[in-house]
């Protein structure tokens, strides 16, 4: 009876070895990912350098809405009536305002958009645009006003 509470006894250290080892190793070979974070951009301007508005008064409502621009794309003519940035996470997108003004974003880089300033997005690479936009609107809002009386160029 004692030899196998002793064979109990060095078995289960044994796996308690065993599994300190096993756990050792796959922390050495995975090693703890810490959390980053990397602020893109902290502003109170749009991209053109213009000063943005104040909130709007009442209930906000946050829209998120993701845009793909064919190569050769280019979006209208338009305004945005709120608040507007976003992440370009693929391709390069060039903004034009109204003045001439341009904005070339590349892949990984945050914009801050025009508010209230009629502009247009072209997409003059040879691979579609992908490019996650961030709205701070109310109910009822348009996030963008169409302005088809002015012709692309």
Known sequence: ???MMTATLICGIATVSLTACTQAQAQKDNPVQKVESTEL????????????????????????????????????????????????VQGELTIIGQDGKEKVVHEGEPVVEMVNTIHHGEN???KPVILYMFYLSQKDLPLAVQHPEIPLE
Do not use: C
């Open 41 to 88: 951009i902290r502003t109170s301007q749009s991209w053109d350098g213009v000063e943005l508005p104040d909130y709007l008064q009442g209930r906000p409502e946050l829209v998120a809405v993701k845009y793909v621009f064919p190569a050769g794309q280019k979006l209208g003519w338009h305004h945005h009536p709120v608040m507007n940035y976003g992440i370009l």
């Open 1 to 3: 009876m004692h030899w």
């Open 124 to 126: 003059r690479g040879n």
